[in-house]
């Protein structure tokens, strides 16, 4: 019989809207993990939309309690399209947006990695900031604020600033010699990727999901052999493993 | 400021394939749940393809190790489609078949609840096994063992059958104050249910899925008001009510 496991590691999410709403209908890249390590572990979702790396170091030890290497054999961390928001006009770093500037995202990235390892949890991957495709910001934003409003208001992200983040948030994981998913490049290898992969420039279609989830996955199972599905044992027997005429016998491993 | 949560509760969607498939691309209903109830609670999926509730005996303490009213505000009992797989024609119970007698069947619902509710867990939904579109099984046969060996070999459920499981199941939820989603008849109220709900018969397409989630979303709903997504507090402050400004007020609340 192959052996089973009784309790089940969980797969940590972390990150902004691109995590929280990775259970989405529309084929979100976070239930297709589940999906796929279905009976393995639970990936557990821990996306907080909005959020930039300066919000994220208040709730990184409620987020990461009780973590170890056991218990979480992974943990993926998706932060910084925030961050990457463009800072206001008059460059006021207090001023009401998400801009977080390029050197403090650097530290926070540092930061987050170290308070997880602390725990022991050693496998990690880090994921870029998507690219940004401006035309969706801009139909995003007339949508919210008018045709009128927004012809005088510039977009609240460009790609060539986000790449900077996405640039510094690969930087970081080869310091700290960790995986990297580079989304912001493959994803704009897609031909047509800004209305594909993208339903208002910024967040995933159902092709935008399947994009973040096959690249993560191939980052997981390149990186971690023993996150393998293969190599992950399930949680009790698979059915077709059950003594029909002695179920008692099949569950006998259990402590 | 609104309140909010530092630990998740888990709602624990426990059963068979039927639950361990529903995390499926397929707009899998339990995915579903986890998105709509996004950052206030983890939907954990304690489904165990081909169990019946003779098997689910053994794993069943392991399952709800440490389940509590608090941490465990919802618990879906989907239970009964393979008990509901017929008895082979020998009517040997112990022959190579899934089936378990329709008093068993009553039997291990009752100490499925007990057990749960022993932990002080009182929010339970019961569901009933699914409708069984029989043309849809004997081609799901035919694919895995061929048309020439279908010929002569009856199929593995049938609809007439699982109704007596689903009508157990009502009687049991009744019998112990719980609500029961009654797939069973609202799924065959719908027009097609037979191809449109079921991709073979048994398990459910993304409609399937849909018709699932609403029924289940709506039994909670009406059943526990505590559990209404308005009422419950997400984890950690929703980004908007964060003042940018001084951020560290905002999580002023953290114990």
Same mark, same amino acid.
């Given at each position: 019989?192959?052996?089973?496991? #009784? $309790?089940?590691?969980?797969?940590?999410?972390?990150?902004?809207?691109? +995590? !929280?709403?990775? /259970?989405? $209908?529309?084929?979100?890249?976070? =239930?297709?993990?589940?999906?796929?390590? *279905?009976?393995?572990?639970?990936?557990?979702?821990?996306?907080? *939309? *909005?959020?930039?790396?300066?919000? #994220?170091?208040?709730?990184?030890?409620? &987020?990461?309690?009780?973590?170890?290497?056991?218990?979480?054999?992974?943990?993926?961390?998706? &932060? *910084?399209?925030?961050?990457?928001?463009?800072?206001?006009? !008059?460059?006021? %770093?207090?001023?009401? +947006?998400?801009? #977080?500037?390029?050197?403090?995202?650097? !530290?926070?990235?540092? @930061?987050?990695?170290?308070?997880?390892? %602390?725990?022991?949890?050693?496998?990690?991957?880090?994921?870029?900031?998507?690219?940004?495709?401006?035309?969706?910001?801009? %139909?995003?934003?007339?949508?919210?604020?008018?045709? $009128?409003?927004? @012809?005088?208001? =510039?977009?609240?992200?460009?790609?060539?600033?986000?790449?900077?983040?996405?640039?510094?948030?690969?930087? #970081?994981?080869?310091?700290?010699?960790?995986?990297?998913?580079?989304?912001?490049?493959?994803?704009?290898?897609? @031909?047509?990727?800004?209305?594909?992969?993208?339903?208002?420039?910024?967040?995933?279609?159902?092709?935008?999901?399947?994009?973040?989830?096959? =690249?993560?996955?191939?980052?997981?199972?390149?990186?971690?052999?023993?996150? @393998?599905?293969?190599?992950?044992?399930?949680?009790?027997?698979?059915?077709? $493993?059950?003594? /029909?005429?002695?179920?008692?016998?099949?569950?006998?491993?259990?402590?």
């Amino acid at each position: 019989m192959s052996p089973y496991i #009784v $309790e089940r590691p969980r797969f940590i999410l972390f990150g902004d809207s691109l +995590t !929280e709403r990775s /259970f989405s $209908e529309e084929g979100g890249w976070g =239930a297709s993990l589940a999906h796929f390590y *279905g009976r393995r572990v639970d990936v557990l979702n821990r996306g907080y *939309g *909005g959020y930039n790396t300066d919000w #994220v170091m208040f709730i990184l030890d409620d &987020v990461f309690k009780g973590c170890n290497s056991q218990n979480t054999p992974l943990v993926t961390i998706f &932060v *910084g399209a925030n961050d990457a928001a463009l800072p206001l006009p !008059e460059g006021n %770093e207090h001023s009401s +947006t998400q801009h #977080v500037p390029l050197s403090r995202y650097r !530290e926070n990235l540092r @930061k987050i990695v170290h308070n997880i390892r %602390e725990r022991g949890v050693t496998q990690l991957v880090m994921i870029t900031p998507p690219p940004v495709y401006e035309p969706g910001r801009k %139909e995003w934003q007339i949508q919210r604020i008018g045709e $009128e409003e927004a @012809k005088n208001t =510039a977009i609240d992200r460009t790609n060539a600033y986000t790449k900077q983040y996405a640039e510094c948030c690969k930087e #970081v994981a080869l310091e700290l010699d960790l995986p990297v998913v580079d989304l912001w490049t493959s994803m704009q290898e897609t @031909k047509g990727w800004g209305t594909l992969l993208f339903n208002d420039g910024l967040h995933f279609t159902p092709e935008g999901n399947q994009h973040a989830y096959n =690249a993560i996955l191939t980052t997981i199972n390149s990186t971690y052999p023993n996150l @393998k599905v293969e190599e992950m044992p399930m949680q009790f027997p698979h059915f077709s $493993e059950i003594d /029909f005429s002695n179920p008692a016998s099949s569950f006998g491993n259990l402590p």
